[in-house]
């Protein structure tokens, strides 16, 4: 792909998206450049990754074919007021963040704009994200191929109706901290059963990781794939009656939702 990507915002998610892309080879480290206020975000990116960086966002958001608007949510009404006069027309803005809706980033442009809003997760710095794509009404379909490249280069990529915005931050974007506890607690168990701590995690991860890949890759409901662990009479049994006992589901349940309806919040 022959174009260029910006990205305005050179902290951990927009790092984790620009090493996929390098990774992957769609487009060359030159034809990426970051812009931000921290100096040392921008060395690190550099350092990293060979991108190109620039203390501008005036001169990325005018050079880039893709922007990609890697700033905290708050943020994004003061850098859209200072690049929105400076971008090409032909321009495909990419968001990430949390609440900013399609009809926000009209408003905040003052004008018609080829926006996709995405969600992504922190899994991507591991090549592994999971990323919601919601695009506007004049992305092509060409541009979307486009943007689908980039974003399936650091993971998956699936296409989504915005209204579903909020369970899917629920069920991907913030998950990884539900699972990185899971994961810190069966740790804990482990070292209390006598591992160091370094392999419990090193077992509880390389568990977690399989099973999701099972989950992906068979197709089996996991309903189905907890049961084909669970010999009658046996240890996992025993240990799912507990979960049960102690809420697990339910939990994870409720935490979701609490999860979802901030997001509702956020969008209001």
Do not use: W
């Amino acid at each position: 792909m022959d174009k260029i990507i910006g990205f305005i915002g050179a902290g951990n998610m927009g790092q984790a998206m620009a090493g996929g892309i390098v990774s992957s080879g769609i487009v060359k480290a030159e034809n990426i450049i970051f812009s931000d206020i921290s100096e040392e975000n921008l060395k690190k990116a550099y350092k990293k990754y060979g991108v190109r960086t620039s203390n501008s966002n005036v001169l990325t958001a005018s050079m880039a074919d893709f922007l990609v608007l890697s700033v905290k949510p708050h943020l994004y009404q003061t850098v859209i007021e200072e690049i929105k006069d400076y971008l090409k027309p032909e321009t495909v803005v990419i968001t990430i963040a949390a609440g900013v809706t399609l009809e926000k980033l009209k408003n905040m442009f003052g004008k018609d704009i080829k926006t996709v809003r995405t969600m992504p997760n922190t899994p991507a710095m591991a090549g592994e994200g999971m990323t919601a794509v919601i695009p506007n009404e004049f992305i092509t379909e060409n541009e979307l191929k486009e943007v689908m490249e980039i974003l399936n280069s650091f993971g998956k990529a699936e296409i989504i109706e915005e209204k579903l915005i909020d369970a899917v931050i629920a069920v991907s974007g913030s998950s990884p901290a539900y699972v990185y506890m899971m994961i810190e607690a069966m740790g804990d168990a482990a070292v209390a059963g006598g591992m160091t701590r370094d392999k419990a995690y090193k077992f509880a991860a390389q568990a977690v990781l399989g099973s999701a890949k099972m989950v992906l890759e068979t197709g089996i409901h996991p309903g189905e794939l907890k049961d084909m662990v669970c010999s009658p009479g046996g240890t996992t049994i025993e240990a799912v009656a507990a979960l049960e006992e102690n809420g697990f589901r339910n939990a994870i349940i409720k935490a979701m939702k609490i999860c979802e309806e901030k997001s509702k919040e956020m969008s209001k």
